[in-house]
């Protein structure tokens, strides 16, 4: 079994479409990998099946940051000038929803001032 956990931004508003007797909803996903001068957006295609589908698919908006785990797999697909591409697709089993604010604005808990070397030292009981 490939099961991977990503956690992001949803990159445009979720759609739910049916699929003979059934829904499905999907999404794409931000997810940051790498840091400093490297950091850089993979995107992941996000499926999700059945009632937990409908249910969910108010809440998944463009900006809505979630926590998703399921079975991954990479596509493989020619794009519209021939060239060869490749995309991570998760059949979504888990969906946290970390948290948004009215108008797709992403809360950001408040960021703390790093502490300096000697804050440490003084917090060192010995």
Known sequence: MNVGTF?????????????GDGKV???????????????ETLWV????????????????????????SGDVTVRAYSAKDGTPKAEM????????????SKGGDVKSPPQEEPKKAQ????????
């Open 45 to 68: 295609s996000c499926g999700m099946w059945g009632a937990r589908a409908e249910k969910l698919a108010q809440y998944v908006m463009k900006g809505t940051s979630l926590t998703v």
């Open 7 to 19: 956690s992001g931004y949803v990159g445009r508003d979720a759609e739910l479409k049916s699929v």
């Open 89 to 100: 697709v998760c059949n979504v089993q888990r969906l946290t929803l970390q948290g948004v």
């Open 25 to 39: 909803l999907n999404f794409s996903l931000g997810v940051t990998v790498g840091f400093g001068e490297q950091k």
């Open 119 to 126: 804050d440490f030292d003084s917090e060192i009981p010995f």
